[in-house]
């Protein structure tokens, strides 16, 4: 309403110059002209203040610096089934970035690793393409050696605690020493839950996975826990796991409780020991090269939406756990079950020694982590 008013006002003073100068011969009819000129280009200009202003208040993005062609298309990898909060809240973060840039970003999300996923995705960053890996912060440990701390088992008891080690210092030169490798971290705070044993055997003691063969994500770190919890660690795809379970070929597999009702774990397998040996997280990874070529007012888009992706699948798992634990419970007859916390984490304990020798971790980086949230609930 307001830039329809100005428009009119401007209209009215480019009418008023042109009948003052009726009388004028040639002269005042180039008055006219330039009089109707400036009173066009003004109530141009008047009316982009307006649009701008009114994106802005619609929480669009000013792209008005940016060239109306540019392009830049981004293929998204990870290896989530369609209704996971990953593969949702991934989908709903290219969704968002595509419209508020006017389709200038076009991210392409490919779950269920049909694109490069694991070691490999993370490859595809380094190398430069225009690819975006979604994954375990432990497969940062080939680059950054510290990263298997940050991933370790039983290092948190809390997404909070996660959180705040997000913000401490060291993680902060991680992430530094990440980038001059080749991989700008979006975000590493897509929490997915803790990770817990599914099979169809009651299990509360390292003593009672012993013998039993249960898959593991291609991850040595992930293999390491397994094999120190006393299990026979069996790396495998997803795409294989249902299948292998249920003939026989592992006893079980682990996941979180966001997975187990919706990619099939539920059929196959039972019972789940609520050991939470690791944290379900996954980072959102670029490389630097790709992310800096965008014009700034696309890479300041990417970022916002990156992070509050992040926030968002945190709340939404955080307040949807218990309801989907009573929902396998009903619907599928899992039965649940808490372990003998202490027990298994004395078993764990000898992983961050050797990280230190085999790896090359910081001497200490578990322990420093441990005195950070001691606090933190």
């Known amino acids: 309403m307001k830039k329809m008013v100005k428009a009119a006002s401007l209209v ?48 669009a993005v000013d792209l008005s610096g940016v060239d109306a062609n540019y392009k830049l298309e981004l293929k998204l990898s990870h290896v989530f089934a369609p209704d996971e909060a990953l593969t949702k809240n991934m989908q709903a973060i290219a969704d968002s970035i595509k419209d508020k840039s006017n389709g200038m970003v076009d991210i392409q999300c490919f779950p269920q690793s049909q694109l490069p996923v ?10 430069g393409a225009n690819f975006i890996s979604v994954e375990d912060p ?40 990440a980038e001059e490798k080749g991989i700008k971290i979006l975000n590493m705070d897509y929490i997915f839950g803790f990770r817990s044993m599914m099979t169809n055997k009651v299990i509360k003691t390292p003593d009672d996975l012993k013998g039993m063969k249960i898959r593991t994500p ?12 006393g299990a026979t660690a069996t790396p495998m795809g997803f795409a294989d796991t249902i299948a292998a379970v249920q003939q026989g070929v592992v ?6 409780i966001d997975a187990y009702g919706s990619n099939g774990s539920a059929e196959v397998a039972k019972k789940m ?28 888009l990417v970022q916002d939406e990156f992070d509050a ?9 955080s307040e949807n756990e218990e309801a ?54």
């Open 12 to 59: 009215a003073t480019a009418a008023m110059a042109a009948s003052l100068a009726a009388c004028g011969g040639s002269s005042a009819q180039t008055t006219t002209a330039a009089a109707t000129t400036a009173a066009a280009a003004e109530s141009k200009a008047e009316e982009s203040k307006a649009d701008t202003a009114e994106s802005k208040a619609d929480g």
């Open 118 to 127: 694991y070691q490999d995705g993370v490859a595809q960053v380094v190398a």
């Open 138 to 177: 432990s497969y940062l440990g080939d680059y950054v050696a510290d990263f298997n701390v940050l991933a370790g088992p039983m290092l948190v008891t809390s997404y909070d605690q996660f959180g705040a080690l997000l913000e401490t210092d060291e993680v902060k030169d991680m992430f530094k020493k």
């Open 218 to 229: 291609k991850s040595e770190l992930y293999v390491n826990t397994l094999n120190a919890m």
């Open 251 to 256: 006893d079980g597999l682990e996941g979180t």
């Open 273 to 300: 020991a609520l050991t939470k040996h690791l944290l379900g997280v996954c980072g959102a990874y670029i490389n630097p090269n790709v992310f800096n070529g965008m014009p700034e007012p696309l890479q300041k």
């Open 309 to 317: 992706g992040a926030k968002n699948m945190v709340k939404q798992v």
């Open 324 to 377: 989907q634990k009573k929902n396998l419970s009903e619907k599928y007859g899992i039965e649940f079950n808490d372990v003998d916390v202490d027990a298994f984490k004395a078993t764990l304990a000898p992983i961050y020694k050797e990280m230190e020798t085999k790896k090359g971790t910081t001497p200490g980086l578990y322990d420093k982590f441990q005195e950070y949230i001691k606090d933190v609930k």
